[in-house]
């Protein structure tokens, strides 16, 4: 997938350099499947984390200097944290078992006992708050402030404020609550979810929040729908009367704002980074010296693990940030079998997903949608390469072959759905290969 300069304000970034700096920041900062942000403030530059799930490298780290440009410049979990990580050297953890009921893998799970006095700090704002998660707590002047995530991460999402002169308390929930969400909104605003906020001080002086939300598009039947996932927004906050007030004069999060009055720091551009699913295949090999390189020749040894599993299977995964996009690869792959495929894949979780894959004679399109699969359409094909693409505008899409579609326009719906199962992920494109459970020594190669 070829990018723009990584993450450089969506929409901002290619103007830049014609007309100097932008008045104002676009919304969301980081786009696309970037989840439950945090964020630091250090000697004017600001560090953000957010979630990853079975993303790996998993919490990804940026770093920006002006809260418009972002790079990213670590994980906070790779596959060598998660290869030496042994619950047995941690104390008070007494080992335990459990079957997995999908798969019946046996898994070892740990036990923690917590010591010391512990403090209930709130039960939430109102009688009825409920899901109360991802707490901060922030001493500004002499107050101390707890925020929290309330109301679940769907359409009642908020953002919630106690307050208190002691660390321990007692908090009491202050009367402008929920401070941040777009419940009030109503199901058509093109941002929902908003929550699982933080807040920090920029270098100049001014208090600011990151949080989650959803960009919403609209389909034929007025339906909505958020293909990407989560992602970070950023609005600006205000101490007024002791209270903490969020997008003061809007009280809602805007797709722009006023840009911080912060020096101006672009980045130079960063190729999309690849991720694997639970873990990194250990079956890539590349052509060239940068393996993570979107220009790379990537060889896969083709292994039996697919996609809805919970191992890891032959599959690299790149993020998407925007409503259109291509993502196109040249696929070399020959086989004799009936069970050996090499393709691309547009990925949200197990149970929905599209593959367009290259077999012993054919290349076929499937379909995964809550839980169930199908095929879509197959074409005839025994050229040793093709080109394979995949192409989105809003929520159409389009599957090619050497440019020429091997279907009708399929839709992004399927995927918009979160499910039960691994509903927190994003939306990412793939290139992946499997034998389909059996042991294999093919291998493909993806330009």
Known sequence: MKTSPFILSVLLGMSVAAIGQPRSVSNPILPGFNPDPSIC????????????????PGLPVYHSRDL?????????????????????????IAMATVKEPKTGLTLEAPSVQLKGKHT???????????????????????????????????????????????????????????????????NTYPIQNIGHADIFRAADGQ????CLGNRMLKDGNGKWHSPLGRETF??????????????????????????????????????????????????????TAAASSSLSTLHFSLLPEVLDTIATPACLLQKLHGFQWTFSREVT??????????????????NSYYTLMKGKDCIRLTKREKGQS?????????DKTVRLAIE?????????????????????????????????????????????????KAVATFK
């Open 207 to 210: 208090l600011y929040a990151v």
């Open 41 to 56: 403030a250090v000697d004017g530059d600001y560090y953000l984390v957010t979630s990853s799930f079975v993303f790996v």
């Open 392 to 440: 989105a505008d809003s929520l159409r899409l389009h599957f090619l072959i050497n440019g020429q579609p091997i279907a009708a326009e399929q839709s992004m719906r399927p995927l918009c759905d979160d499910g039960k199962y691994n509903k927190f992920n994003g939306l990412g494109v793939c290139i992946y290969a499997t034998s389909m459970g059996r042991k294999s």
């Open 234 to 287: 950023l609005v600006s906050v205000e101490q007024q009367d002791d209270q903490l007030i969020f997008a003061p004069g809007i009280g809602r999060v805007e797709t722009e704002m006023q840009r911080p009055s912060l020096p101006w720091h672009p980045f130079e551009g960063q190729e999309e980074p690849w991720y694997g699913l639970r873990g990194i295949p250990s079956c890539v090999k590349s052509s």
């Open 120 to 186: 209930m700090l709130t039960y939430g704002h109102a009688n009825n708050a409920r899901y109360g998660e991802g707490p901060h707590i922030y001493k500004i002047g002499n107050t101390y402030y707890l925020l929290m995530a309330e109301g679940g991460s769907g359409k009642k999402h908020a953002v919630t404020i106690h307050s208190s002169n002691s660390l321990t308390g007692p908090y009491k929930a202050q009367q402008v609550n929920p401070v941040l969400s777009h419940r009030q909104m109503g």
């Open 333 to 350: 792959f020959i086989t004799k079998k009936e069970n050996e495929w090499a393709g691309i894949t547009l990925y949200r979780t197990a």
């Open 374 to 382: 199908a095929v879509v359409a197959e074409q005839p094909c025994k």
């Open 68 to 92: 418009v440009n972002w790079e990213l410049i670590s994980h906070g979990i790779d596959q060598q944290n998660i290869d030496k990580f042994h619950f047995e050297n941690l104390d008070d």
